[in-house]
């Protein structure tokens, strides 16, 4: 519904798709409004997200449902219109993903034609119920990781940075005893965000509000180079320093396979300062095929080992 700047009732709407529906989240787009939520399908387990967008009075102009042989909803507060003029939103998945309840983030074109989705979490139940955007144009979702899982020895809060393409940019991980449930999260002033939700589980009368504050995240850009072994530069662009983050280097390849080193280890990265690790010298001629893997990004190259030294290196 909608209302002038005294309250007073202008429009109201109702949005049927022949069963139960729950629109929880909304932003404006192009004169008029996305909606986001879920809705009854026809599949067995009876549950889809649902994505309608309206004009300036609220009239129906498209909608699109995204389902799977699973069970997905959402309650998530966060759809935002991307900078291609393109949808974006959050829920919950029960067909795809890593298993159990995944995360579930879709892209969409203008139409609500999907362009992409992905899913974030592990093995475990890993929910959602928020989502904000940043001022770099990245998202940032607020996930309760593994929850009910071990009678709630194990429900944390997981935050997960992606970009517009889905790519996980930083993952930060807030490891409490007992359950914490994120169910608002937005970005503050100084660039970190803060964290909205509840210490206990749905129906669990002594649970209390929590609030959480989180700096700024770091900005990891990360280069491919040869030479004498394989180096791999590390920039943090972000404003967060970056402290014990792992990574690892694995080579592969050369005449008869006979190349297969990898190195690994953490490292600290403060904000604005570049990095570099490294390989070493090893040994080997031929084609070779390099993964360097820094905290969440994993980046592919090609190249050539002549003895010691790796020459014309590609990311692929």
């Known amino acids: 519904m909608k209302t002038d700047t005294d309250g007073n009732l202008e429009w109201q709407q109702f949005y049927d798709a022949g069963g139960d529906e729950h629109l929880s989240s909304l932003c404006a787009a192009d004169g008029g409004y996305l909606l986001t939520g879920w809705r009854e399908s026809s599949s067995v387990h009876n549950g889809a997200l649902w994505m309608v967008k309206t004009n300036g009075t609220g009239a129906k102009q498209w909608e699109q449902t995204f389902d799977g042989p699973g069970f997905e909803y959402t309650y998530g507060k966060g759809c935002f219109q991307t900078s291609d003029g393109g949808y974006i939103m959050c829920g919950n998945t029960g067909s795809y993903g890593a298993g159990a309840v995944d995360v579930w983030v879709i892209k969409t074109n203008a139409s609500g034609t999907m362009e992409w989705n992905r899913t974030y979490g592990d093995t475990h139940n890993d929910y959602t119920w928020s989502m904000t955007n940043t001022s770099d144009g990245d998202y940032v979702i607020g996930i309760c990781k593994d929850y009910g899982y071990n009678s709630g020895t194990m429900d944390d809060i997981w935050i997960v940075e992606l970009n517009e393409d889905g790519d996980t940019e930083w993952s930060y991980l807030i490891e409490e005893a007992g359950v914490q449930i994120p169910t608002c999260i937005q970005q503050t002033s100084d660039s970190g965000f803060i964290i909205s939700g509840r210490t206990e589980e749905y129906g669990v009368s002594s649970s209390d509000g929590l609030v959480v504050k989180i700096g700024p995240f770091p900005h990891l850009d990360v280069e491919i ?57 090893f040994f080997g001629f031929g084609k070779i095929t390099i993964t360097a893997r820094v905290a969440d990004k994993e980046i592919p190259a090609t190249g050539t080992i002549l003895l010691f030294f790796v020459l014309g290196v590609k990311v692929s």
């Open 225 to 281: 180079t040869g030479g004498l072994g394989v180096k791999v530069s590390i920039t943090n662009s972000g404003l967060g320093d970056a402290n014990d983050v792992p990574w690892k280097i694995t080579v592969k390849g050369g005449i008869l396979g006979m190349i297969n080193k990898t190195k690994n280890g953490t490292i600290d990265i403060p904000a604005g300062g570049p990095q570099t690790i490294s390989t070493g010298l």
